[in-house]
């Protein structure tokens, strides 16, 4: 007869993450010289204790994760329980199918594990971007569940058709939300090995419309610039951060996570959140004069010494080192919709007739950049981008330059 199971907790070391500093907290099943792990959430080494395996009382949440530690050996000894009573020759393998997700015929049962899955590795901005797709297609149901069978092109072409009448979303949105549907629905097909060749999707066309995208030429730049702002200003802060995005093509995201460990000697060293790419930027000019205001300031708060823990643009409520994935998504969203709160007062004060946001300022760098000469592959390492296609997509060229191009060439042909 094989032997019993075992269910234990315990921190992957080996895993900790380059950019969070945190490694995951797994539980493991282990039967027979074989075993099987599953995340249940990732910490810093120096909350979790190791004699106890549990998170130290010094973590602020760490209640709510010692539950979760508990809550996830109890579901993992009663299902490697329910499998070994069944075939008491069950093994690792079967235990594991169960443990990831049984295999269930029901499109949110799987969709729902794997969200799960991309909060346990951090993916926090796709969590939360997936989990609104699929409360959308929710509300589209009347219920959440939808038998595999059930989901089909008539389903499909109706569900496209409540998307452009009755939600009103653009072909665009339409399209990136049936691209994820797709996805997790592809994922299924793979994973139980169903007939691809009854794939919903097969012949349905994910079609973008050219949409313009807005930038800011350098005059307009100059009259955001030319605002006579004191630092007591409530747009002082959004006016400031748009410029440093527009000057270094930073994202918003990073630019309010950024501090003072990530500036040595006029260059910024930051892991970029989106796609984990280590950036390492040198300052100069106005982005300099912006960064060196607040870095005698902070010299000034704490006696003339940095802390290298300060924001270096002190706007987000919350410590990145200490608050949660979750947390911190939430207020840099809500941040962000200040900042571009303020930006449409800016925009009018500075008599600028376009609708700006904080990524308009990452637009107008690679703009100006490539409207200087410079290469749109060296514009690519600098956005951080890890396919030079979406350099081409956010960079648009000034008529002018295109214009200029033309009649140097038209020239040069009637030599």
């Known amino acids: 007869m094989k032997s019993n199971y075992s269910v234990s907790v315990f921190m992957r070391y080996e895993k900790i993450s380059k950019k969070k500093q945190d490694a995951p907290v797994v539980v493991q099943i282990y039967r027979d010289g074989e075993k099987t792990q599953k995340t249940i959430f990732r910490i810093k080494p120096e909350y979790w204790d190791e004699e106890k395996q549990q998170v130290r009382k010094s973590h602020p949440n760490s209640t709510e994760k010692n539950l979760q530690i508990k809550k996830a050996i109890i579901d993992c000894e009663e299902l490697a329980f329910n499998t070994v009573r069944v075939n008491a020759e069950s093994g690792v393998n079967q235990i594991r199918n169960n443990i990831h997700q049984k295999a269930s015929s029901d499109f949110f049962e ?48 109706r569900y496209e058709k409540y998307l452009l009448t009755e939600i009103g979303n653009c072909r665009n949105t339409v ?50 610039i030319e605002l006579e702002y004191t630092p007591n200003n409530e747009r002082y802060d959004a006016r400031e951060i748009f410029l440093f995005e527009s000057l270094t093509g930073t994202r918003i995201g990073d630019i309010l996570k950024l501090k003072w460990r990530n500036y040595n000697r006029r260059r ?59 947390e911190i998504h939430r207020v840099v969203k809500l941040v962000t919709a200040k900042i571009n709160s303020d930006l449409k007062d800016i925009a009018t004060e500075a008599n600028i007739n376009k609708n700006i946001s ?15 000469g410079v290469d749109i592959y060296t514009v690519s390492k600098l956005l951080g981008h890890t396919d030079v296609k979406t350099t081409m997509i956010y960079a648009k060229v000034e008529q002018t330059r295109i214009d200029n191009a033309m009649d140097n060439f038209n020239k040069y042909i009637t030599k």
Do not use: W
């Not at 969709?111 to 796709?126: A, M, R, T, Y």
């Not at 902070?298 to 823990?309: E, H, I, L």
């Not at 904080?358 to 200087?372: D, N, P, W």
């Open 268 to 326: 910024l060293s930051y892991i970029m959140d989106k796609t984990d790419l280590p950036m390492n930027i040198k300052l100069g000019g106005l982005a300099l004069d912006i960064v060196n205001r607040r870095l005698r300031k902070n010299r000034k708060k704490n006696k003339g010494k940095v802390n290298s823990n300060d924001y270096i643009f002190n706007v987000l409520p919350v410590d990145i080192d200490i608050a949660s994935n979750k």
């Open 175 to 224: 399209t990136s939300n049936m691209k994820r549907l797709s996805k997790y629905l592809r994922l299924i097909y793979k994973k139980y090995r169903l007939d691809i060749t009854q794939f919903p999707f097969q012949d349905y066309k994910m079609i973008t419309e050219k949409t313009e995208r807005c930038y800011l030429s350098l005059k307009e730049l100059s009259q955001i």
């Open 358 to 372: 904080t990524h308009v300022g990452r637009h107008s760098f690679a703009t100006q950049l490539i409207s200087a």
């Open 110 to 157: 799987f969709v729902d594990f794997q969200l799960e899955e991309l909060e346990n590795k951090g993916s926090i901005s796709l969590y939360f971007k997936d989990k609104a797709i699929m409360k959308k297609f929710e509300i589209f149901l009347g219920k959440r569940k939808l038998p595999i069978n059930k989901f089909n092109s008539g389903l499909i072409n």
